[in-house]
């Protein structure tokens, strides 16, 4: 992990398993997106607050890889970095690790970017300023 690590603990509820009694694998991402959410808020930057000032902070790519199924009661951890991926694109390495074997669940790579009110991308100066 680098200079931007980050970390969340969780739990699986039972609502989020299958038929089989795994977690299903779209539940992974809400989990992925929660802890970005936390980490943005974490170093200053409100959702919302972007959203009413005209600026979206979208996803444009999600690559995960399912290494392990979770299952109800499990606890897992969340890891996050924040790294630059181009001029106008940030990434959110995440990895979900299995505790307390710490086994890996999912690797992930989510891409995003920020939108501007005419809907072009761009970074704002607070990303821009972690992105160094």
Do not use: W
């Amino acid at each position: 992990m680098g200079s931007h690590a980050f970390s969340h603990e969780m739990a699986v509820r039972d609502y989020e398993c299958d038929i089989q009694g795994i977690v299903n694998n779209g539940v992974y991402q809400n989990y992925l997106e929660h802890v970005r959410h936390l980490y943005l808020k974490s170093i200053g930057i409100d959702f919302a607050e972007y959203t009413r000032s005209g600026i979206n902070l979208v996803v444009v790519r999600a690559e995960l890889d399912y290494k392990l199924p979770l299952t109800s009661g499990d606890r897992f951890r969340v890891d996050l970095d924040f790294v630059r991926q181009s001029r106008l694109r940030f990434a959110f390495d995440q990895a979900i690790l299995r505790l307390p074997d710490e086994k890996p669940v999912l690797a992930a790579r989510i891409i995003g970017t920020a939108l501007n009110a005419r809907g072009r991308p761009y970074l704002p100066a607070e990303l821009e300023a972690l992105l160094v």
